[in-house]
């Protein structure tokens, strides 16, 4: 039980903090299933490195 009553504006917070967690989560995967993408398609090839050169 808490020992304070919640104020009504942070319930409100609450409602957009969830919101950006969802957007920022809904980026991250975004992110990372167009690098899945590019890095299995055929054409990909890791850069050479250039410090290994004779």
């Known amino acids: 039980m808490a020992l304070r009553k ?9 409602g957009l903090n969830k919101g950006v967690g969802i ?3 809904a ?3 975004l992110v990372m299933a167009l690098t899945m993408v590019k890095v299995t398609s055929a054409t990909f ?3 050479d ?3 290994e050169q004779n």
Do not use: C
Not at 6 to 14: A, M
């Open 6 to 14: 919640e104020h009504e504006l942070h319930k409100r917070r609450s």
């Open 27 to 29: 980026f991250v995967v």
């Open 45 to 47: 090839k890791f850069p």
């Open 23 to 25: 957007l920022l989560a």
């Open 49 to 51: 490195a250039q410090g």
